[in-house]
């Protein structure tokens, strides 16, 4: 992905089989990635746990299996810090994020399918999928090599899905001032 006319895009690889994105991300994406983000942190900050986040950034677990998620996580006491370089963030050193999030406009289907059973093997926590044209989340718990769906994270035990949604929902309207100043009272 470092050449032309492959280095503008985004993609993920996993036993063998590689996908790169190549399509524009619009105002939704764009959007609803930054809402998603500030629900995650201001739900952290609010519930007083560690966390880290990853905007774009590139997983790799060496000669295995790669991704470049919208947004993630690391989550709880004990994870170490990735370095602040341009090297991909090798899991096999640092984990995997805690949790992984794809917004999903043209890519939803792949990101229920291919990419959510690559974050099963990368063994995240969990595995949010956002649905740009609904306004909808759809959250896995990853364990033993499978995920099932949840309605409240595990990673941030008081933050329900539905809360995200509303988020996202508001934002078609709101500005951030607004939505951050509902979304505080709403974690209060």
Known sequence: MDTAPYDEGRGYFDHGYMRVEMA????????QNSVVSK??????????VRLAEFTNGSFHKIGERGCQPDVAFYIGPDFQ???QDNSPIDVDVYGPPTLAIE??????KDDLGAKRLLYERLEVSEYWVVNVAEQQVVAFAVSEGGSRQIRVSGALPELEITLIEEALYRSQTEDDTALMGWLMEALA
Do not use: K, N, T, W
């Open 24 to 31: 524009a991300l619009g105002g939704g994406h764009a959007r």
């Open 81 to 83: 810090l990735p370095p």
């Open 39 to 48: 629900v995650v942190s201001l739900s952290g900050m609010v519930q007083s």
């Open 103 to 108: 917004i999903g406009g043209s890519s939803f």
